[in-house]
């Protein structure tokens, strides 16, 4: 069930993800606004194919969450390095778009930024999707008496030997090393 789950949410949002990157399609390019619809568009289309996973993961019956260290390791320079792109490939003379490319310049890193202004929905997109990925579900919660409960199960259970050992008894070269000359068996090392 879990995989049909998200095989059809994975479905009906990329359907969607279509709509926002054939809308973004049909808006103009020539001024700033329509510029920054159509990045806009493709972003969210990103958004959508990673809120897809997101939604058919809900399986789990958790709830929404943001997680800091994705957020703040994989999306703040994934946002930084195409933001700088987008920046850059700006249609006009801006007062972004001329700083980013004099500071672009300055560090010697034009040729990098001019060859990726022609995959600037590619990075929309990807941007997008990092961000999505930034959420994930939490599960469901557990009460601590359910907890405690599930303990004491998991304790009396019985648990089936694998090849003549019970799960959890050390093997020979483990019980070989904890065993003193005496042969028997120590719990703790002795303190001296």
Known sequence: MYGLTRAT???VFSAAAGLLIWLA??????????YWARVGLVAGAGLLMAVSQLVGGWTKWGWPRLSIPVLVTAFIPVAIVSLWIILAGEPGSGWFHNHVLAWSRDIHVSGLVT???YYIPVLAFGTGLVFGFS?????????GRNVAVDRDRDRNRKVAPVNGLAAGEPVSAEREATT????RTMD?????
Not at 25 to 34: I, L, R
Not at 180 to 183: A, K, R, V
Not at 188 to 192: F, G, K, L, N
């Open 9 to 11: 949410t994975t479905l």
């Open 25 to 34: 399609t049909q808006v103009s390019n020539d001024h700033v606004g329509g």
């Open 115 to 117: 060859d990726f202004l």
């Open 135 to 143: 959420f994930d579900t939490t599960g469901p919660v557990v009460r």
């Open 180 to 183: 003193t000359s005496t042969g």
């Open 188 to 192: 703790r090392e002795t303190v001296r």
